[in-house]
């Protein structure tokens, strides 16, 4: 049974204080927005936030300056299915990117999702999304030991340069298991039921992994 509620606003009380103690910002909080139907979206937003456009625009809040200059980004929305006096609980999203506050159109690096909004859902919950060509032309070259020489005299095809900017474009639909028990138990292992309690530490969890992991890249 996933989370319903009367009334989900001490739920994002909670959410929110453990986001502002990791960001070091008590100027947070989220909004609410009636996306359509009966689903209902809390967007976290600040007075210290951005503008982050990938499929969707996003408000998002700065996470740590990066090794460009620019900052990293995150932005959290939680759903609910309001329904007979109830909000139900369908899904907690948070995306990570990077770039210049007054450029809206920042690099989208890594997604963190819970969602339980199809309860035939084949998928991992939770799971990541990763951005294949952010991977591969921005992060794969920190962990490079051998520095490549390059060589301005070098002239590549059009086919050569159609191939080098293919990506996986595929691959930001694959749903990256973050938690399982396929060692214990069947290969349907990958699917947690959410909680008040989970949904408070697994907010937690993620936004403090990321940010260790962004900061261990850059050290």
Known sequence: ????????????????????????????????????????????????????????????????PSRTGD???????????????????????????????????????????????KSDCRHAQPHWHVYPSYISKIITPLFDEVVQPIDFGQTLSDEEIKDKSQEWEEGKRFHYAMASRWHSEDERAHQEEMTKEKLEKWTKGCLVYVKDQLSYIQA
């Open 1 to 64: 049974m996933t989370i319903c509620t009367k009334n989900p606003i001490q739920l994002l009380i909670n959410c929110k204080n453990i986001i502002a103690n990791i960001l070091s910002d008590n100027k947070v909080g989220f909004n609410e927005k009636l996306m359509s139907g009966k689903y209902v979206r809390y967007s976290l937003e600040g007075i210290n936030g951005s503008i982050a456009e990938e499929k969707n625009s996003y408000f998002v809040l700065p996470l740590l």
């Open 71 to 117: 900052y990293y980004w995150v932005a959290i929305t939680i759903g609910f299915l309001f329904d007979k006096g109830d909000y139900c609980f369908q899904e907690e999203s948070l995306f990570f990117f990077e770039g210049m506050r007054l450029n809206t159109n920042k690099k989208p690096i890594i997604r963190a999702e819970w969602s339980e909004r």
